[in-house]
């Protein structure tokens, strides 16, 4: 019945639940603090393969050293040193120096100003969000000045702009406090909670300054052509939270194949992958129309625009290896023919590293 499907449902599906990452005041004023609980709202990767004896099966840890590249001994942490290029000098400074060089400030939120909610970009996310939302375990009343806040902040479309430390002894990060009201469908079930959303904002020095060279702008007619094809493939109803994670649901199943010993893993369906024919039926036309817009007859596509001809260099080395003159396939086709069967080889690999190599992988 319908709970069979959706327990299988669930075991190939990952939930994820509502992990507190930490508790810190929220200090609005030089006499009024708040408790606030920051939230994870995005769930980990799965969990990373643990190394295994193969004779015992027992967990194995890895280690590592720093070594002396002369003659290989081991150096004690006492006996490494930093060091950065100060102009055309090399400065070199101990650990205990690098230690004191860090900006270090009291685990807590602190509120710093107000700005219009337009003025937070999305190029200006520089990591990982989280969420906010009160607790009253230390401060009481946290609720109510934090409710307060948002339902203002959202009604004026402002964002508050904070300096938040997450550790004990870091320098943390600016951040901007972007509100979120509560959210209930018809039949009162809460679709989105209320709390604030931490967004992470670069310091000056964290922005590149890019330039870019003048390019052609499309013609009139080009424009009306992309402009035909992207109301054609408008996704009206789309929710991200509907899409999952292809990788999470290849392991799941691989795992549920080998708990199970069963002989054949289940296929994934990857819904992150473009519907070509669906795309196709339904604005084959038009991406046709815009295709010939931009690409007109006779256009020669740039060398360096080209995709890499690997069914070409994999006939070749197979050729040139039953005839016995692998050695006279030049470098680049040979690095080529690794990469089109993903044959792992070292980026500064010489000729007779990627021959030995290829000869190996052929048998």
């Known amino acids: 019945g319908s709970s069979g499907i959706n327990a299988e449902y669930g075991v190939h599906r990952r939930e994820n639940k509502v992990r507190m990452t930490a508790s810190m005041p929220f200090v609005v004023g030089p006499e009024l603090t708040i408790g606030v609980q920051c939230c994870n709202l995005f769930g980990e990767p799965p969990a990373k393969h643990i190394n295994l004896c193969s004779k015992t099966n027992e967990p194995v840890i890895c280690e590592s050293s720093v070594v002396r590249e002369t003659d290989r001994t081991t150096l004690a942490p006492y006996e490494v040193h930093r060091s950065a290029k100060f102009g055309s000098q090399t400065v070199i400074f101990s650990q205990d120096e690098v230690d004191q060089m860090k900006v270090r400030s009291d685990k807590g939120i602190y509120l710093v100003g107000f700005r219009p909610a337009k003025d937070i970009k999305t190029h200006h996310v520089a990591g990982k969000s989280l969420f906010l939302r009160p607790t009253e375990t230390v401060y009481n009343g946290s609720t109510s000045f934090f409710v ?3 339902t203002r902040l959202h009604a004026r479309e402002m964002v508050g702009l904070v300096h938040c430390v997450p550790r004990e002894g870091t320098a943390g990060f600016i951040g901007a406090l972007v509100p979120q009201p509560e959210e209930r469908d018809e039949d ?21 300054k890019l330039t870019y060279e003048p390019t052609n702008q499309p013609s009139p007619a080009q424009v009306e052509a992309a402009k035909a094809v992207v109301n054609k493939l408008k996704a009206k109803q789309f929710n991200s939270s509907l899409v999952e994670n292809p990788t999470v649901l290849q392991f799941n199943k691989t795992l549920e194949a080998i708990a199970l010993e069963k002989d ?40 360096d625009c080209k995709k890499p ?47 030995e190599a290829i000869k190996k992988f052929l048998g």
């Open 148 to 150: 307060a806040l948002l």
């Open 264 to 303: 054949k893993i289940e296929e994934t369906d990857d819904n992150t992958k473009p519907d070509v024919e669906r795309m196709t039926k339904r604005a084959g036309s038009e991406m046709q129309q815009l295709n010939s817009a931009v690409f007109p007859s006779g256009y020669d596509v740039p060398a």
């Open 188 to 208: 009162n079930e809460q679709v989105r909670p209320l709390g604030f959303h931490l967004i992470h904002l670069p310091f000056a020095d964290d922005i590149r």
């Open 309 to 355: 001809d690997y069914k070409r260099v994999i006939t070749l080395v197979q050729n040139r290896q039953r005839e016995g003159t692998l050695a006279k396939v030049s470098v680049a086709d040979l690095r080529l023919y690794c990469k089109g069967v993903r044959l792992k080889v070292s980026s500064t690999a010489k000729k007779g590293d990627l021959l």
